[in-house]
């Protein structure tokens, strides 16, 4: 079984910046892909940065590129988010995720595509 423990989230005020940290535990095979989503009341999740495992490539959804950047590190297991210039259309519950399948590559976007989830970390930013 795999963990996956979000950290860093909270209240901001819009212009502000924010770090979230995913931490992962319990295979010693490291993910493939690890990815951030975020979710809304009554939306549904949405694709916000993957990486790779080693960082070489990453991809971010376009309403975050320029404020967002995604990074990992593949010794410690660990993904992080660096959000910057927060709005407060980036309100959500962000999830970590993780997957071992090499769909991703062209894929990474889909949920179908990861095998373990995190409970999540709030974000609330204020106008």
């Known amino acids: 079984q795999v963990q996956l423990v979000e950290s860093g989230g909270g209240l901001a005020q819009a212009g502000d910046s924010l770090r979230l940290t995913c931490a992962a535990s319990?295979?010693?095979?490291?993910?493939?892909?690890m990815a951030w989503f975020r979710q809304t009341p009554g939306k549904d999740r949405d694709f916000v940065a993957a990486?790779?495992?080693?960082?070489?490539?990453?991809y971010l959804v376009d309403s975050v590129k320029g404020r967002f950047a995604i990074s990992r590190d593949k010794d410690k297991n660990t993904l992080t988010l660096q959000m910057n210039s927060l709005k407060s259309e980036d309100t959500a519950v962000y999830y970590c995720?993780?997957?071992?399948?090499?769909?991703?590559?062209?894929?990474?976007?889909?949920?179908?595509?990861?095998?373990?989830w995190g409970k999540g970390t709030q974000v609330t930013v204020s106008s």
């Open positions: 319990g295979r010693t095979v490291s993910p493939y892909y």
């Open positions: 990486s790779n495992w080693d960082g070489s490539r990453t």
């Open positions: 995720a993780a997957g071992w399948t090499y769909k991703a590559d062209t894929s990474p976007q889909r949920q179908d595509n990861y095998n373990f």
